[in-house]
């Protein structure tokens, strides 16, 4: 039953193809435990009855532990750096496109960050530019939440008071997204596994993300989000992330130390 368990109704893929066999099992157990199954095959078909319960699995799967500005260091580097130099490239364009993808973007705080960004450098010349920066991730419950933009005071630790009074609004123990930051994001459901990637992007940010797939997935995804970059565009991973394979020869390291790459050709 265990193995059967491995298989979530509707997938185009098996999900525990995807995983570490150690990490799929720790997750599994939890939702065992969290719904007081008392076996496999008792949770096995709770799952097959229950969307919900599908919808909890992935979620423990995906692991979404978020903070705005998560390691500050890595964000320094974009602020004074990628967004500089991606807003100078298209200055002279007629149109001036700027197209950022958080692939995995959990509960939006990234998202929401990199706005934050794109506000401040570029101030009243905003609407000047076509700014558009795309969360996705496969867990629907998550993706709720980064639509409502509603976030406990902790995951706001590394945003000063004076951010905070910009581009938040206090409400009671939470703090809330203002619209000044929403009219340049939006959130969609993506399976970048098994669904087609998207493309035509100056910045992809996919961040320990990866690190709890088997490592020729993750070779695959650093292949496709290599495609899905325009040229000179950078790519984003986690600190405990390395590229890997193929991918490794595509990509030339801009800040090794932060793990912030460019696409050349």
């Known amino acids: 039953a265990y193995e059967i368990a491995s298989c979530l109704v509707g997938s185009e893929m098996c999900i525990r193809d995807r995983y570490k ?3 799929f099992r720790r997750r599994v157990n939890v939702r065992v435990r969290a719904t007081g199954s008392e076996s ?3 949770y096995l078909r709770l799952l097959r009855k229950s969307s919900i319960e599908h919808e909890y699995l992935i979620k423990a799967l995906t692991i979404n532990v978020s903070e705005f500005f998560r390691n500050p260091e890595t964000f320094e580097v974009i602020e004074k750096e990628v967004v500089p130099f991606l807003i100078k490239s298209r200055s002279d364009s007629l149109v001036k496109s700027i197209r950022i993808w958080s692939a995995g973007c959990a509960t939006g705080e990234e998202v929401y960050s990199l706005a934050i960004l794109f506000h401040r450098a570029l101030g009243k010349d905003l609407d000047k530019y076509r700014i558009s920066i795309i969360g996705t991730d496969i867990d629907t419950i998550s993706l709720e939440k980064a639509r ?3 976030y406990p005071e902790n995951v706001l630790k590394n945003i000063d008071a004076s951010t905070r009074e910009k581009y938040f609004v206090k409400k009671g123990e939470t703090y809330q997204v ?6 340049i994001i939006r959130f969609k459901r993506h399976d970048m596994i098994s669904e087609s990637c998207i493309d ?5 940010i ?12 993750q ?3 650093q292949l496709n989000f290599h495609r899905a970059l325009n040229k000179k565009g950078f790519f984003v991973i986690g600190k405990a992330e390395t590229l890997l394979g193929t991918a490794s020869n595509r990509f030339k390291p801009y800040n090794a130390r932060e793990r912030l790459y460019l696409k050349e050709n």
């Open 219 to 221: 070779e695959q995804l």
């Open 21 to 23: 066999e150690a990490h």
């Open 206 to 217: 996919c961040r320990n993300v990866m690190i709890y797939f088997k490592k020729e997935i």
């Open 148 to 150: 409502k933009g509603i």
């Open 40 to 42: 496999y095959e008792e």
């Open 200 to 204: 035509h992007f100056d910045l992809i």
């Open 178 to 183: 203002l619209d000044n930051l929403r009219s």
